[in-house]
């Protein structure tokens, strides 16, 4: 079964500090998304990533975050100053495009704490 | 605004009872997918159902989706306690959309 990583596990910060994300997606598929979830909520999506440009971002993904592709296999997430209710798992996910049907296979996650 | 709704929150029946949880919506979506996550872990994808009225089941479970591709349910037979867990839906609006996610449905079976 096809796999995304996602380092590191667990991020612990200062409120104010930048921190980055990182994930290897599947290769060789266009789209990428990064979603979060905080603690005992909903999975909610942040921004989705094609063909090397964002295509749709939500609210949430604000000034202070940013998306790089840095290189060919390596996908990142960028908080510019964290404050802290940026505090929750955020997960990267790589699709799986079948004949229509889209599958989005998710990453472990990382563990943001905000202190 | 698409929102998706799952029923129950919480669910807690003994081995070998059936269970079912629903995820509605008032939007249609172009795809459904069940996924099921653990504590501290990234949502593991079960199945996508695309067409309406589609059946799908792996083992155990049963996914449907709706004839209006609005809803769908998960039908668990004879739950194990393995099956224990949080089980979400997530609906996308065209291929390579964004998904929307559901609350979640939290499973517990007893032994």
């Known amino acids: 079964e096809p796999e995304v990583t996602q380092t590191p596990s667990h991020q612990v910060t200062q409120m104010g500090q930048e921190v980055i994300l990182r994930c290897v997606p599947i290769?060789?598929?266009?789209?990428f998304y990064w979603y979060r979830q905080i603690l005992g909520q909903k999975v909610e999506f942040l921004v989705s990533f094609y063909n090397n440009e964002i295509s749709e971002k939500s609210e949430i993904f604000d000034d202070q975050f940013s998306v790089e592709r840095p290189d060919g296999s390596n996908f990142t997430l960028k908080i510019r100053s964290t404050k802290l209710e940026d505090s929750a798992m955020y997960f990267c996910?790589?699709?799986?495009?079948?004949?229509?049907?889209?599958?989005?296979?998710f990453g472990p996650g990382t563990r943001l704490t905000v202190l | 605004t698409q929102l998706l709704e799952q029923s129950p929150q919480f669910l807690s029946i003994q081995e070998g009872e059936n269970l079912t949880v629903y995820c509605n919506s008032s939007s249609v979506f172009s795809s459904l997918q069940w996924y099921r996550q653990e504590p501290g872990e990234g949502p593991v994808l079960l199945v996508t159902v695309v067409t309406g009225g589609e059946v799908k089941k792996l083992k155990r479970l049963t996914f449907q989706f709706g004839d209006a591709r609005k809803d769908s349910s998960l039908h668990i037979t004879a739950a194990q306690p393995g099956d224990t867990g949080l089980y979400l839906c997530a609906g996308a609006r065209a291929a390579g959309n964004k998904l929307t996610f559901g609350g979640g449905t939290r499973v517990l079976v007893k032994p």
């Open positions: 996910a790589s699709p799986v495009p079948t004949g229509g049907d889209d599958e989005q296979f």
């Open positions: 290769s060789n598929h266009l789209y």
